[in-house]
């Protein structure tokens, strides 16, 4: 990602109710302007699923094929962008930069991102149809799907696997955490209608906050300072080593030898050629 701006002084939330909402808030009012923008959004994408379910001046053709369409554009499209938002949560939550751009990050992992959001509402749906307390009881422990699929690309059945283990023992707090979410909405829904995008800023950073908490493996990005390197010297070229010649030079004793050797050889040559002459 470009831009990406590590928080100072950020700590892991605890696995509570209190403290998700409260490291929520946190995260909330540090990147509130992100947040928020992902949240819209979101909810501009649920617009044509208004559309779908209320339809008005069709027949029952076009009524039909309004809700296979709709089905399509959940299935295909909104669970995507959703899951792309979570994990935008998901970055603040850990003290990064959420970005825009967090959302494309499905498409590398987007046949999973799809069939786990199939997989888990059928599920879940299974759940309800039998009896209540079983779909709430697995919507608790699979809350956590979207964030391993997107987060860790992990596949379907490993995601759902490892939601379940880290929601063990976590499905009442997951449960409390749900219920506490229904009076901050309302709370928002009283603000003029506006206030719901507040509330829902806050309820995903929660939730995304006990995810990090829950996934201890994962680095939580805290910024430091930039300490330069030194510089590394460059290495000395190897020169060769110049060998100077060395002329061997004679000393003056050497030199008056030779020259008496040859006044020597230059007298008896002169001596044996008068002897000669002679005879």
Known sequence: MNDTRHEENWTLPEATVNGSYGHGWDTMKRFF??????????????????????????????????????????????AAIRYGVLYGFVRGARGETPE????????????????????????????????????????????????????????????LRESWDISKGKAWTIFLMGLTAIPIALLGLLMCGVGILFSLVWIHAAFASLYVALTPGQTVAVSFPEVPEPPVPDEPEEVPAVVPDVKEEKTTNEEEEEKGE?????????????SNKEE
Do not use: W
């Open 100 to 159: 825009v751009n967090d959302i494309f990050k499905v498409t590398d992992n987007y046949m999973n991102v799809v069939l786990s959001g199939l997989v888990t509402t059928v599920i879940i749906g299974i759940g309800f149809m039998a009896l209540l307390i079983p779909g709430i009881y697995f919507a608790c422990r699979l809350v956590f799907v979207p964030y391993l699929v997107v987060e860790r690309k992990m596949e379907v059945v490993p995601a």
């Open 262 to 274: 040859k006044e020597v050889k230059k007298t008896k040559k002169a001596r044996k050629q008068t």
């Open 33 to 78: 302007l992100e947040l928020f923008i992902l949240v819209i959004i979101l909810g501009a994408a649920a617009i044509p699923m208004g559309i779908v379910n209320n339809p008005t001046g069709f027949h029952s053709a076009g009524t039909a094929f309004l809700k296979l369409f709709g089905f399509a554009y959940l299935v295909l499209l909104y």
